[in-house]
Structure formats: structure tokens, C-alpha cells
């Protein structure tokens, strides 16, 4: 294996040459470019999973975990930025987050652990915004056609051709605008998945309420963990650096602004889909709030053209997920099949470009097709991924850049951030995976029935 990166190969000048940087992740955008990218990798379909998580910890401690996590993440992010913008300014541009870990760190085997973290969350994400494209279709023909013969897996095949099409838009940068539409999108859904929850809690045909939480300690302590790790998961996003990278320089200062934009839209959207959402089902929350208002036996409870569309905002917010987060496996591909002596578009690099990029895309959905539980993988993704990468690693690489003594209140903050995460990361992942082993009798593969 060839010998990670180190700190004194870390010149901004590496750069010129690197057909990542120069052709995936150009420097042109600007700091509500930034807000649209943070807002698309964070604000997606997810956030209609948070009753599901409330139902696991109830009110109170929902809402203490729903406002710990975002102003955690919303720190560390911040944290993290200021790391960038150091770094760019003592000559060591980063646009890459296994480079920056390894370069700040001083450890070769970090620029690996960073990469398998990020390559199983991006892939991960990938496969699972096609599955739930391919159900988004399901539940429109499946309400045109109820005696339609078509499967889950012919749609995600479906999906998937889609996806290899808008995979072809080359540049991280070049997403702007459909991530534009995206944001707009996740308030759209939003806004009216929670008024038709508000409207059925009002109802006459409101369903029973029930708040209580598992009858056993053990299961309350294991359904508290695997909440934890799902709020995680939907907070975090794994590729801030990315990100920052597509700003163009100085980036100093911008990255603020487009966080501010994202959490504005954050603040909105989360405490509104996962208080709407218990209020009305309470402890019978499913995975997807939108399964709640459509149930299997009888009618929705919703109008059929509200729920209609916003699972169509939601399908179209589900491409504009998958892209980004295939731009990091993009630009490893980039960076070694690239040539950056030519062209963007000439043959040289369009025939690799379409054909790595038309592999990746068909591995995903054909592992979506494959595994239609990859639902029970959120959680276990949410312990092992998100938390190292947007919890731990954030303050431990600004108390290695910036130094902060240890009496101060800062170096003190971050610790305690690192050590509560850790603990709860790890717990997290025990409850998520025994989660996964209590379903396992129920997965099949290419099924057309999801599990919960």
C-alpha cells in the first residue's frame, strides 16, 4: 500500500496538477453556493424519520437531544472552517477531508480510517437515496395502478438510470443551482407534511395518542442509543471540506454565512416535521412520517394531492442527495483517471469520466435493489460515520491547529464534546447493530416490501 500523504507534501501548489481539484471540485462558488450544498447534504427526506426518533426518548429528552446535536454540529462545523481557513493561510490549502485530518494530525493511518468513513457514508447515502426514489415512484404508480404488476427493484432501475444521466454534470460547483432547487424543495415537503399532520391531529379522525416509552429499562436504554445515532445521522454530512472547497478564494469567512443559511433552514424544518409528527402518532411513529398518513388498511389521512406532492418533492430532493454525495467518490476518480493537459470535455477525459461514473451509479442501485432494509443501516451509519467524522474529529483537530490551553474554556468544551460522543457513538452502534439483528429475520433481498 502506498504511503498516505504527509504534512510537507501539503503545498497549495500540489493542487495545479490535480484533476480532482481542478475539474470536481472547482473553486467558483460562492457563499450561498455553500448554504445550498450544506443545506442538500443535511435537510433531506431523513428529518421525516424524527418522530420516529422521538418516539425512543419522548419529549423531553427529544427535544434536549434534537438541540444538542444541532448546536453541536453547528460548532463543530464552525470549528472546522476556522481549520480550512488556517490551513489556506499558512500555504496548505485543503479541500479534501482525509487530507486535512492526515496533515493536521500528523498521522499517515488517519488519511485511511477519514477515507473508509467517508467512502462507506457517501455510498452508503447513495444506495439509499436511490431505494427511497424507487419507493417515491412505487407509492405514486401503486396509487395510479392498484393492480399493477411492477416491483420495487424495476423502479430503482429506473432511478438509477436517471442517476447515471444527472451524474454526467461535472463539477461539484455545476450543482448549484439544482441544490438551489433543493433547498426549496425540503421546505416544500416540509411544510406540507406538518400541516397535514396539524390537520389530522385537529381532526375528528385523529388516531389515539400514546407517549409511553418501552416497559423495560434495557429497551428504553437501547431505543434511546439507536435514536441517538438516527438524530445524528441526519445532522451530519461527513463532507464539509468538500464543500468549503468549491468556494472560491478566499474562503475566509464565507463558510459562516452559508452555515447560517442551512441551520436557518434547519431550525424550521427539523423541530417542525418532529413535533407535528409525535404529536399526532406519538409512539405508532414510523420510520417515514408519510407511512403514518398513508397506512396500509383504509384510506390516507391526508388529501391525496397534499401527500402526492410531497413525495414528488421528495423524489426530486433525492436525485439532488445522491449527486452530492457521489462527488467525493468523483473526484477520487477524477484525480486518477483524469488528465489534466486536457480538456474537461475532451475524449480523453469524457469516456472515463462517463464510464467510472455510470459503474458507480449502477453498483448503487443495484445494492439498493438488493437490500430494501437498507433503512436498519441508517443508525449503525450514524454511530460509525457521522459521529467520528462530525462530533470527534471537528474539536480534535482544532485543539491540534489552534492550541488552546488547558485551562481554557474552549479546549475544555471541545473535550467533553469528544468524550460524550465517543461514549455515545459506540453505544449507538451496539444498539443500532442489535436493532439490525432483531429485523434480520425479516430481510430478503430484492423484496418489494421495505423493512420499517
Known sequence: MADPPRSEVFPSSRLDNDAGALFVLQSKGEWWHAGFHLTTAIV????????????????????VCLTTMGLVTFYAYYLMSKVLDHCEKSGRRHIRFRELAADVLGSGWMFYVVIFIQTAINTGIGIGAILLAGQCLEI????????????????????TAVMVVLSQLPSFHSLRHINCVSLLLSLGYTFLVVAACINLGLSKHAPKREYSLEPSDSGRVFSAFTSISIIAAIFGNGILPEIQATLAPPATGKMLK???????????????????????????????????LMPDQGPTLAPIVVIGLAVIFVLLQLFAIGLVYSQVAY????????DTTKGMFSRRNLVPRLILRTLYMAFCGFMA????????????????????????????????????????????????????????????AFSSVRKLVLDANKFKLFSSEVVD
Open 140 to 159: 405514486m404508480y401503486s396509487s395510479l395502478f392498484p393492480q399493477g404488476t411492477l416491483k420495487l427493484y424495476e423502479f430503482i432501475a429506473m432511478v
Open 369 to 428: 435493489a438488493m437490500l430494501p432494509f437498507f433503512g436498519d443501516i441508517n443508525a449503525v451509519v450514524g454511530a460509525i460515520g457521522f459521529i467520528p467524522l462530525d462530533f470527534v474529529l471537528p474539536m480534535l483537530l482544532y485543539n491540534m491547529t489552534y492550541k488552546p490551553t488547558k485551562k481554557s474554556f474552549t479546549y475544555w468544551i471541545n473535550m467533553t464534546i469528544m468524550v460524550v460522543f465517543t461514549c455515545a457513538g459506540l453505544m449507538g
Open 331 to 338: 473526484e477520487i476518480m477524477e484525480k486518477k483517471s483524469a
Open 258 to 292: 452559508g452555515l447560517l443559511l442551512c441551520y436557518s433552514v434547519i431550525f424550521f424544518t427539523f423541530y417542525s416535521a418532529a413535533i407535528s409528527g409525535y404529536w399526532v402518532f406519538g409512539n405508532n411513529s414510523s420510520s417515514n412520517i408519510l407511512k403514518n
Open 44 to 63: 433531506g427526506p431523513t428529518i421525516l424519520t424524527l418522530p420516529y426518533a422521538f418516539r425512543g426518548l419522548g419529549w423531553w429528552l427529544g427535544f
